[in-house]
């Protein structure tokens, strides 16, 4: 935040006084910009009666002037100030005019309009995305996504697990805990076909089923629980009934090495899956087709970054920091109406809290966090495949056992808990351009990435693979 001193007005030379306040706490303050070519960092102290609130007064001429803060050895930007993309990322911007300044409240915290009467605040130059660029943007993105195959996310070298369907369920999650992996196609050697796919969720709500009491699925059937015998059986815990009042079979969603990126992507987000098989046949009737991927939307999100990274400029909508495009799912603000909670759970809450929320939120993680909701770790539906180690499902109950405890059990004995281990916690900030973000979600394994405050970490949104195609693509 920012003001220019009125008390001497111009100055013969047309320089005039500008306070620029950082309002938000910090250690070591500093601030640089245009007005310092860019090199010199300028000490900032705090106010008196305000230690949580840090000042300077640089003398400038009229016009447009970009600026960035120093705090605490990290570059800041003022979110509650105007901010434009420029060569050293997120700045803010100020323009000093002539004329004379008009007061405005800049609503930092602990200043009174008393201490305000003495201080003018700049004109903001406000950078938005027009709807001609975001018009641009996508249909530049569609073009290529139309004119590009799934054949291009095939890797050169790679293995692809499927699973037998007469598998028992237990080797089944002993094989996707051992692989590192959240899903397997599902093989019916009967059938020639791939009929299926099977999921960390599957197995969620098996361990759901098993701590129900009355249930009809025993641990001792577990053992010898076939895949086909359980996806048989949860057709009708889903319920999915035709109009006859017969179960039916979800029949399995896939796409050839030939079909676009955009249909492809299609399918993912209308059919709410992660992943899609690539398979392919060459046989006139389909059979015994070859399975030759697992396309998922963070492999098409590569190829949109490989393609587009040295004409970033022809997307004008990669520029924009995420706070300011309608994208991902943020932390509703007080007495905000009609926003769903945004799920997060304590470290102490319950295994069995987290795998109901999982389900009956309809989301893939959930953030834990602490007291004051800074982020801790993140527990996924993947996760649940770790008490397959040692057979941990079969010692366990869902109710008795934290989120803290059931996270341990899937890390190393040397490894500690909250301290943001691998590509557990991947983070951004809001005011991170969409192509970093972009870029972050590329990367194989990561789906999502939670919007934290800088240095609190605490929890502000969260960003997935889908949000991201729903912006890009204009889907709702």
């Not at 003398?59 to 600026?67: D, R, T």
């Not at 008009?102 to 201080?119: C, F, Y």
Request: net charge negative; aromatic share 8%; hydrophobic share 40%.
């Amino acid at each position: 935040m920012f003001g220019s001193g009125s008390s001497t007005g111009h100055d013969n030379s047309g320089v005039s006084p500008v306070r620029f306040v950082w309002p938000y706490g910090g250690g070591e303050v500093s601030i640089f910009g245009t007005f310092t070519r860019w090199t010199d960092l300028i000490p900032m102290s705090p106010m008196e009666g305000c230690p949580n609130v840090y000042q300077v007064v640089v003398s400038l001429v009229p016009g447009l002037h970009q600026f960035k803060f120093y705090v605490d050895g990290q570059w800041r930007v003022d979110e509650q100030l105007s901010f434009v993309s420029g060569p050293y990322g997120l700045v803010n911007t100020v323009v000093l005019t002539k004329d004379p300044p008009q007061i405005i409240d800049s609503e930092t915290p602990g200043r009174s309009n008393m201490e305000l009467d003495d201080v003018s605040v700049c004109s903001e130059v406000i950078q938005g995305m027009s709807a001609a660029d975001l018009d641009v943007s996508r249909h530049r993105i569609s073009a290529f996504l139309s004119t590009h195959t799934a054949y291009e996310l095939l890797p050169e070298s790679g293995k692809v697990i499927a699973l037998d369907v007469t598998l028992p369920v237990k080797r089944a999650f002993h094989i996707l805990y051992e692989q590192g992996i959240p899903t397997a196609p599902l093989w019916d050697f009967c059938k020639g076909q791939f009929v299926g796919v099977l999921a960390a969720l599957d197995f969620i709500l098996i361990l759901r089923e098993l701590g129900t009491h009355g249930s009809n699925l025993t641990e001792e059937e577990l053992e010898t629980h076939t895949i086909s015998a359980w996806k048989e059986g949860k057709m009708h815990l889903s319920r999915q009934i035709d109009g006859s009042g017969r179960a039916y079979s979800k029949h399995l969603i896939h796409a050839g090495p030939y079909d676009s990126l955009k249909d492809v992507a299609s399918k993912i987000l209308q059919n709410s899956i992660s992943t899609v098989p690539i398979l392919h046949s060459s046989a006139q009737d389909g059979s015994f087709p070859q399975l030759l991927h697992l396309a998922s939307l963070s492999g098409i999100l590569k190829c949109i970054c490989r393609y587009f990274r040295h004409s970033a400029g022809s997307l004008p909508i990669l520029q924009q920091p995420i706070c300011s495009i309608p994208l991902g799912t943020w932390v509703p603000k007080i007495g905000e109406p009609n926003r769903r909670p945004f799920a997060m759970l304590k470290p102490n809450a319950s295994l069995g809290a987290a795998l109901s929320l999982l389900v009956q939120a309809n989301v893939s993680s959930i953030p834990i966090v602490n007291d004051n909701d800074s982020l801790l770790d993140v527990y996924s539906r993947s996760d649940i495949t770790a008490l397959a180690k040692d057979k941990a499902y079969a010692q366990i109950h869902l109710d008795e056992i934290s989120i803290h405890q059931a996270l341990q059990l899937g890390q190393d004995a040397n490894s500690s808990y909250g301290f943001f281990n691998g590509q557990r916690c991947q983070m951004c900030l809001r005011t991170d351009s969409l192509h970093k973000v972009m870029e972050r979600l590329a990367n194989p394994g990561v789906r999502r990435l939670l919007i934290v405050e800088a240095g609190s970490k605490r929890v502000e949104g969260v960003i997935s693979l889908s949000d991201v195609f729903r912006f890009l693509l204009g889907v709702a």
